[in-house]
Nanobody, 118 residues
Framework: VQLQAFGGGLVQTGGSLRLSCTASGRAFSNYNMGWFRQTPGKERELVADVTWSGGSTYYASYADSVKDRFTISRDNGKNTVYLVMNNLNAEDTAVYYC?????????WGQGTQVTVSS
């Protein structure tokens, strides 16, 4: 599985961005997908994920720091997962990584920089 992330950039405090991550593979609908972020000197942390629980049922979960501001969604027809980030603040500045968990392995995208300026 190859993951390609898009959408990072520079935004002012209070602004919004949408990240996209497109995955290769024919079984995308069965993949658990997520977004992590990392800042220098810190461990990579989970921001949000959307997990498959069978059939067409998915569950989204969020880090406490982004609840009510970020929304993760997926379009299985496009093999794409999105992260809409609203009301951004300086603490959201990080490199954001797309992540995929399949039955066999885990995969990471290349990372996209999000910088929030005051």
């Amino acid at each position: 599985v190859q993951l390609q992330a898009f959408g990072g950039g520079l935004v002012q405090t209070g602004g919004s961005l949408r990240l996209s991550c497109t995955a290769s593979g024919r079984a995308f609908s069965n993949y658990n997908m997520g977004w992590f972020r990392q800042t220098p000197g810190k461990e990579r942390e989970l921001v949000a994920d959307v997990t498959w629980s069978g059939g067409s049922t998915y569950y989204a979960s969020y880090a406490d720091s982004v609840k009510d501001r970020f929304t993760i969604s997926r379009d299985n027809g496009k093999n794409t997962v999105y992260l809409v980030m609203n009301n951004l603040n300086a603490e959201d500045t990080a490199v954001y990584y797309c992540h995929s968990q399949t039955l066999l392995s885990t995969y990471w995208g290349q990372g996209t920089q999000v910088t929030v300026s005051s």
